[in-house]
């Protein structure tokens, strides 16, 4: 590499604040300094990384593509030499886990209240990820280990781990009330407008595997990015949908939903610690796992 990889680091500041002033102050450095740099990072790459103006830094299509390359670089740096420095005790110690929403919400927010109520020098970074990205950010060696919600696929040697289970039920607003108010076969429900995670979640793959195995086709109305939008989507009467039952509870209880109960069952589902079985832990992330690993429990 022929540019000074200085050059890069200023560049990774510069973009994260979009500001020069505040990229100085956390590199404890100055303004014109900075603006050196990155006049020479561009006069090196042969290209304008951003725009200047009275408010800040915007950066240029060229310099979005080259944040997307040097974000992850410096940030796996900056958390390896955090892990090394603060390998050998729990103090000052970093940890890094990718999480599923279901997961978060289910089971890891205890886990992790009490492992900072131990260990409150220790830092926690919670990557939100949908359980194929957190087994990619795994693989990369971007996270310590996951916490997701099955299907996992798991290959050597990457490690899959049942922490504990969990009951979905299918509910719907109060258009629905009718639809709750008996015991419905899954081919009753089908044609109607359904609710779910995006495609490539584990979640929309598990509930398609569920509808194909009875003979039925699984095509959501609407997809969103994140479970937590699930339920107000149900209680506005966008659809019916499968949400864990703990996660409902609430809105059932409130008479927002309606619990609607099918014949063939709803699979249940576990949450799972995935982890690199070649790849050593921190004190820190170790600590953790077992801490994950004593709290195993059945939200049924």
């Known amino acids: 590499m022929s540019i000074n990889f200085e050059y890069y680091k200023i560049f990774y500041y510069v973009a994260k604040y979009q500001n020069i002033s505040k990229a100085a102050k956390a590199l404890q450095n100055n303004q014109p300094n900075i603006t050196r740099v990155m006049k020479l990072l561009e006069g090196e790459l042969g290209c304008q990384l951003m725009v200047r103006s009275n ?3 915007a950066l240029t299509e060229d310099g979005e593509r080259l944040y997307g390359y040097v974000q992850p670089a410096v940030e ?26 279901t997961a978060l ?21 919670i990557h939100n990820y949908s359980t194929p990205q957190a ?23 990457i490690k899959s781990k049942t922490i504990c289970n969990f009951k979905s039920i299918l509910a719907g607003g109060s258009n629905y009330m009718e639809l709750a108010s008996q015991k419905r076969s899954l081919s009753e429900v089908a044609g109607c407008s359904f609710v779910s995670l995006e495609k490539h979640t584990s979640t929309y793959d598990m509930y398609s595997r569920y509808f194909t195995e009875h003979g039925l086709e699984f095509a959501p109305d609407i997809e ?35 619990p609607i109960e099918i014949e063939e069952g709803v699979p249940k589902r576990e949450i799972s610690l995935i982890y690199d079985t070649k790849r050593g832990l921190s004190a820190a992330a170790g600590e953790f796992r077992k801490t994950l690993m004593k709290k195993h429990i059945d939200i049924l």
Request: zero cysteines.
């Open 55 to 57: 408010k800040g830094v």
């Open 76 to 101: 796996q740096l900056q958390t390896a030499e955090e892990e090394l420095t603060g390998r050998a005790k729990l103090g000052g110690g970093v940890v890094t886990i990718g999480a599923s929403e």
């Open 105 to 125: 919400h289910l089971f890891l927010f205890d886990v992790i209240h009490e492992y900072h109520e131990k260990h409150p020098d220790v830092r926690v970074r």
């Open 135 to 157: 087994m990619a950010a795994l693989k990369n060696a971007q996270i310590d280990f996951a916490v997701v919600t099955t299907p996992v696929k798991a290959e050597a040697p």
């Open 224 to 258: 969103v990015a994140t479970a937590d939008l699930i339920l107000p989507m149900l209680e506005n009467n966008l659809g019916i949908g499968f949400v864990p039952e703990r996660v409902a509870a609430e809105a059932i209880k409130a008479g927002r939903i309606y």
